[in-house]
């Protein structure tokens, strides 16, 4: 079974620019959820989107958007970049069931540089 | 800030000893994960333990929850170079909008 993918996996835009991230999920995987990782704050959640709904929602301003689609892939969008919008951006899919046992698998990321 | 506490923030050990990295967390929980990070790039999903579990083995590793100080721990015994990396764990919590909250890591060192 193919892992969770992501593209582009390294991508340089300048201030003020938008982005646009992409997540394949695992097959049959419905949940998807995204996460940013830098030196200064660590690994944080963005957000995670189900069945094309935003299901849960981390602490970033709206310039942070996402979407997911009918066939579970998903986008993510950063609108007017700032420097310390750069990061490696985490994709993790899983079949997102209520309880105890969610496994959250996750792709190889996009590192974004802002310059 | 999301992030749990973990100690130590690095460990540097000799190939064939014991390594223990530990993670504290503040809320209630469903489960706790622990994933490994080879410089930089996607999370390779190790264990998950649930909270009415106290311990879990898997392999070389083992993992210890403890809800009523909200920690846990994970062992991996025998070590090998190829497990040179940073280990985080990660919360999934009660009641929360938040998916996972992730300790701030521990950057393990194996030297052949």
């Known amino acids: 079974k193919a892992g969770v993918t992501q593209t582009p996996r390294y991508l340089i835009k300048t201030r003020g620019q938008q982005v646009t991230l992409s997540c394949s999920p695992i097959?049959?995987?419905?949940?998807v959820s995204w996460y940013q990782q830098t030196p200064g704050q660590g690994l944080q959640f963005l957000f995670e989107y189900f069945s094309e709904t935003q299901r849960n929602k981390g602490n970033f301003p709206g310039r942070f958007s996402g979407r997911q689609f009918s066939n579970s892939r998903s986008e993510m969008n950063v609108s007017t970049l700032e420097l310390g919008d750069s990061a490696l951006y985490l994709c993790?899919?899983?079949?997102?069931?209520?309880?105890?046992?969610?496994?959250?698998?996750f792709g190889p990321g996009t590192r974004l540089t802002v310059l | 800030s999301q992030q749990g506490e973990e100690d130590p923030q690095a460990l540097s050990i000799q190939e064939g000893e014991n390594a223990t990295m530990n993670c504290s967390y503040k809320t209630s929980i469903n489960n706790l994960q622990w994933y490994r990070q080879n410089s930089g790039r996607g999370l390779v999903h190790l264990i998950l333990i649930r909270s009415n579990e106290r311990e879990k083995h898997s392999g070389r590793l083992r993992v210890t929850l403890d809800t009523s100080k909200k920690s846990s721990s994970l062992l991996i015994t025998a070590s090998r170079a190829a497990d040179t990396a940073s280990y985080f764990c990660a919360t999934d919590p009660m009641d929360s909008s938040y998916k996972l909250i992730f300790g701030s890591g521990t950057r393990l060192l194996v030297r052949p």
């Open positions: 993790a899919s899983s079949f997102g069931g209520w309880g105890s046992t969610d496994t959250q698998y």
């Open positions: 097959s049959g995987h419905r949940s």
